[in-house]
T-cell receptor, first 116, second 111 residues
Framework: AQTVTQSQPEMSVQEAETVTLSCTYD???????LFWYKQPPSRQMILVIR??????QNATENRFSVNFQKAAKSFSLKISDSQLGDAAMYFC?????????????FGKGTKLSVIP | DTAVSQTPKYLVTQMGNDKSIKCEQN?????MYWYKQDSKKFLKIMFS???????INETVPNRFSPKSPDKAHLNLHINSLELGDSAVYFC??????????FGPGTRLTVL
């Protein structure tokens, strides 16, 4: 079974600075998808960024980018120019590509605080 | 305009009661899910339906029964509620393997 590990339960960053959240995963599949979701205090789950494993280029969405290292099974999220609104729980998630692999497997999350 | 909606958003009930949570998506997606988020914020899949057919049924007590009357709806019925059922339940939808849109969640509190 696939597992997703987020080794940092909590992190903090100064406003306007850069922070990197770590995620590693375990899988025997060669093709899969990785996601970062954000959950602010409102508890809404918001997709931040996604990465297809067959793509070598790291995904980028505005201030959010990933460092995807397939061989190392690592998928870290970098937030640049941190803003107060970035304070939230961040979840790394994995989804396989085989039949019946629709569901997401989540890590335990990292709580990010942004210091004004 | 809400893509994935859930009702109710908050549910407080006594042990032993039966309750339902409703989910509707207006995105035209063919796959819907129920996830449970426990008190430690851990999210885990419970069920998934594709075109009204159950495709994922994780190890969940049989007191939990999903029902999908059509592709746009996936309801969750819980019988004989227990204290340990207290959690936030999220509905989500996707078009096949594409990324998933989540509903706002239903916070269930069992007293």
């Amino acid at each position: 079974a696939q597992t997703v590990t987020q080794s940092q339960p909590e992190m903090s960053v100064q406003e306007a600075e850069t922070v990197t959240l770590s995620c590693t995963y375990d899988t025997s599949e060669s093709d899969y998808y990785l996601f970062w979701y954000k959950q602010p205090p409102s508890r809404q789950m918001i997709l931040v960024i996604r990465q297809e494993a067959y793509k070598q280029q790291n995904a980028t969405e505005n201030r959010f980018s990933v460092n995807f290292q397939k061989a190392a099974k690592s998928f870290s999220l970098k937030i640049s120019d941190s803003q107060l609104g970035d304070a939230a729980m961040y979840f790394c998630a994995y989804r396989g590509s085989g039949a019946g692999s629709y569901q997401l497997t989540f890590g335990k999350g990292t709580k990010l605080s942004v210091i004004p | 305009d809400t893509a994935v909606s859930q009702t109710p958003k908050y549910l407080v009930t006594q042990m032993g009661n039966d309750k339902s949570i409703k989910c509707e998506q207006n995105l035209g997606h063919d796959t819907m899910y129920w996830y449970k988020q426990d008190s430690k914020k851990f999210l885990k899949i419970m069920f998934s339906y594709n075109n009204k057919e159950l495709i994922i049924n994780e190890t969940v007590p049989n007191r939990f029964s999903p029902k999908s009357p059509d592709k746009a709806h996936l309801n969750l019925h819980i019988n004989s509620l227990e204290l340990g059922d207290s959690a936030v339940y999220f509905c989500a939808s996707s078009q096949g393997w594409d990324w998933q849109y989540f509903g706002p969640g239903t916070r269930l509190t069992v007293l």
